[in-house]
């Protein structure tokens, strides 16, 4: 079942199945030494996350790619909230450049603690920025 991005939150299991638009891509960085990374900044309709790219990920997609993401995670890596496709989960193209997408809220942009009536779950605790930090709203 596909998810809007609004509808996701952190968890430690792959299951997010979902599709956006890629609207800018961060420089690639080498981590440790072999594993290539890049940040990107996606959006659907209804929200906006920063996405975690690994290896030859970083090369495969460009902005304005809208992309599918099967058993996805959305999880803290290195203190940041990402989505990324993670060890069991798929990521590819399934088009371009027609998509309908918003810049806020960003999830990767949002503050989360442990629901106090359920441990296993997330909720929202306080908005850090409306948009994305990292990848500023366009002009």
């Known amino acids: 079942m596909m998810v809007s991005l609004k509808d996701i939150v952190p968890a430690a299991q792959n299951n997010i199945n979902t599709q956006f638009i890629l609207l800018d891509k961060g420089r690639t960085a080498m981590e ?32 304005g790619d809208i992309i599918r993401l099967t058993n996805g995670i959305f999880s803290s890596t290195r203190s940041q909230l990402v989505l990324r496709a993670g060890k069991r ?26 629901d106090p009536n359920n441990s296993n779950k997330y909720v929202q605790e306080a908005v850090i920025s409306t948009h994305s930090r990292l990848f500023p709203p366009m002009p």
């Not at 890049?38 to 902005?63: I, M, T, Y």
């Not at 990521?91 to 989360?112: A, D, Q, Y």
Request: aromatic fraction near 8%; glycine fraction near 8%.
């Open 32 to 63: 440790g030494g072999q594993n290539k990374t890049c940040l990107a900044l996606v959006a659907d309709e209804k929200a906006a996350v920063h996405l975690q790219l690994w290896g030859d990920e970083c090369d495969a997609f460009e902005a």
């Open 89 to 114: 989960g798929k990521i590819e193209k399934v088009g371009e450049f027609t998509m309908t997408f918003v810049e806020t809220p960003n999830l990767s942009e949002i503050r989360w603690v442990p």
